[in-house]
């Protein structure tokens, strides 16, 4: 059976509803949703309806749960000696071009292998850099990720990135080492593909800074390229 979200139109039942489950469990978080609806955002693929009923103050709206809303702000409010958030949403069609391009990017296989890693991503593609450091960060404190290296080379892929994109070109440059022996591991493995791409990758790096040092390690991961590519013809 399909799920469906309900929404009382009336803010001071909801806030009630609220501050009884607060009384009741004092370790929650009250966050009160405040939704804006504009004629022009109904959509058949998620229809939502006003149900009535025989007390106007209880009427509710019912959206189904693939509705999609956009967070306009934030905020935290008092209601007497309750502490809550406020949360203005406003509904959205599901055509909208944003939606549709973050929609796209979750619908790979390897998403559903990897969720952590592309709430990551897509925080990056939502133009959400700190978040998204801080998310990854997080994930370097988890066992499974540092247990299982594909997932870690993500992790830093994603913050390398990040600092890249920021002109973070110091935190950037500590994860050299890091993909300089990734590629070292993959190309004594003779996975020569996975060795160029992490190779590239230091490469692309090391043009961010221009020392001396960082020239001659340069000229050594060219040297470590071409190897590479001339074993892929022989070893595709």
């Known amino acids: ?63 189904s749960m693939s509705t999609i809303f956009c967070i306009q702000s934030v905020e935290q409010i008092t209601n007497g000696e309750m502490l809550m958030w406020s949360v203005q949403l406003k509904l959205i069609n599901n055509d909208d071009q944003q939606v549709q391009y973050i929609i796209a990017s ?13 709430l990551g991503k897509l925080l990056v593609d939502m133009g959400e850099y700190k978040r998204a450091e801080q998310f990854l960060l997080s994930l370097l404190q988890d066992t499974a990720v540092l247990s ?12 390398a990135a990040i600092y890249t994109y920021n002109h973070d070109y110091i935190k950037a440059l500590n994860l050299i080492p890091i993909y300089k022996v990734i590629g070292d591991n993959h190309y004594n493995q003779k996975e020569y ?3 160029l791409e992490n190779y590239e990758k230091v490469i692309k790096l090391l043009e961010q800074n221009t020392s001396s040092m960082n020239v ?10 071409s190897m590479t590519k001339q074993l892929l013809k022989t070893h595709p």
């Open 216 to 225: 001659d390690m340069s000229g050594d991961l060219h040297n470590s390229i």
């Open 148 to 159: 299982q290296p594909r997932r870690l080379v993500r992790v830093h892929n994603g913050l």
């Open 106 to 118: 979750t619908r790979h296989d390897e998403v559903h292998a990897n969720p952590a890693f592309h």
């Open 193 to 195: 593909s996975n060795a």
């Open 1 to 63: 059976f399909p799920n469906f979200l309900i929404a009382s139109i009336n803010k001071k039942f909801a806030i009630d509803f609220i501050d009884r489950r607060l009384a009741m469990h004092r370790d929650m978080i009250g966050i009160l949703f405040e939704i804006d609806i504009a004629k022009t955002a109904f959509d058949e693929k998620s229809p939502f309806a006003l149900l009535k009923d025989g007390d106007v103050d209880n009427d509710t709206v019912c959206f």
